[in-house]
């Protein structure tokens, strides 16, 4: 594991978290950076990603909640999240690849350990 994330937790619906993730500066200065999540029995997918160079996108289901953003200085990446529904607990993995996938395998690009995001309602 290369990238290390953290900031997940237990919050009630309407609440905020704020994760982040560090990269090694050759992996993270290279490549666009997602925030990917899965729940038991699906794939992994994208909530939110941003490339090199700042462009951001979202899955339909979390724009004008979520904000990805990238500290250059710092090789980290944050999402925050804000008003979260029950619908948006999964593990939430952090990666680093030359592209944003709507879904991604494990095989593609450096991954995170994933951490644990639980909304209650």
């Known amino acids: 594991v290369q990238l290390q994330a953290s900031g997940g937790g237990s919050v009630q619906a309407g609440g905020s978290l704020r994760l982040s993730c560090t990269a090694p500066g050759s992996i993270f200065s290279n490549n666009a950076m997602g925030w990917y999540r899965q729940v038991p029995g699906k794939q992994r997918e994208m909530v939110a990603g941003i490339t090199s160079g700042g462009r951001t996108n979202y899955a339909d289901s979390v724009k004008g909640r979520f904000t990805i953003s990238r500290d250059n200085a710092k090789n980290t990446v944050y999402l925050q999240m804000n008003s979260l529904k029950p619908e948006d607990t999964a593990v939430y993995y952090c990666?680093?690849?030359?592209?944003?996938?709507?879904?991604?395998?494990?095989?593609?690009?450096?991954w995170g350990q994933g951490t644990q995001v639980t909304v209650s309602s």
């Open positions: 990666n680093a690849d030359w592209m944003i996938r709507p879904v991604a395998a494990p095989k593609f690009g450096h």
